[in-house]
């Protein structure tokens, strides 16, 4: 079992290979639950609709990290916490390394705030791997105007600025390199997704769980 998160500027394609794991898993017989952030649990999505309304004025990064980590304790703790604990995989697209580099890394929301409201927020609840898929920030513009166009229906990617953010989530795997994977996001689909199986086999997840898949499932969870 394994908390797995993915991270990445928009266009960087870690949905696609969040999405790819969980299909990999599902294929291994291996109980898995994919998660979304910030739209997972109960009350994520209504969360989200705030966070990308429009309105004379913009939420300020404080409001936004209040509102992302308001969801992201209820997403634990209804979501991730229960799989977890039930010896399932989680598949997370974007988690706590999100909001260091949206909402604090070269922005104005404190350093200690935003350690003292994660702890609270996700407790020992934390990743054991972490992809971060890196591309450039021009190539990612380029990748999201050349996808399709209903992604755009959020408001707020107009005003991200992706340098930043990629220097955030830069900065979050150099402070903790065992659990953070830079992956190049330029290279092909396939190619990424290989990668990101090798990484965890040779961490032992993979081994580990095609041991747990042979086992007889817990009458509980049938």
């Not at 609840?125 to 229906?153: Q, V």
């Amino acid at each position: 079992m394994a908390f797995v998160t993915f991270e990445g500027i928009d266009g960087s394609g870690k949905t696609t290979q969040a999405r790819r794991l969980v299909a990999a898993l599902d294929e291994r017989d291996i109980q898995v639950v994919a998660a979304k952030e910030p739209d997972g649990g109960h009350i994520g999505g209504e969360i989200r609709q705030i966070l990308v309304e429009q309105r004379e004025r913009a939420l300020d990064a404080y409001e936004e990290a209040l509102l992302v980590s308001a969801a992201r304790y209820d997403h634990v703790r209804s979501v991730v916490r229960p799989a977890l604990d039930a010896g399932i995989w989680v598949v997370c697209d974007r988690f706590v390394d999100s909001t260091f580099a949206f909402q604090v890394f070269e922005n104005r929301v404190a350093e200690p705030f935003f350690d003292v409201v994660s702890s609270h927020v996700i407790g020992q609840t934390r990743p054991d791997i972490t992809f971060i898929l890196d591309l450039d920030a021009e190539a990612a513009l380029r990748r999201r105007d050349e996808g399709d166009s209903a992604r755009h229906t959020d408001p707020a990617e107009a005003h991200r600025n992706f340098g930043r953010i990629r220097r955030g989530l830069l900065e979050a795997a150099r402070r903790d390199p065992q659990r953070c994977h830079v992956i190049d996001a330029t290279g092909d689909e396939d190619g990424i997704a290989t990668q990101i199986l090798d990484i965890l086999r040779a961490a032992g997840h993979l081994r580990a769980a095609a041991v747990q898949a042979q086992r007889p499932t817990p009458r509980s969870m049938r």
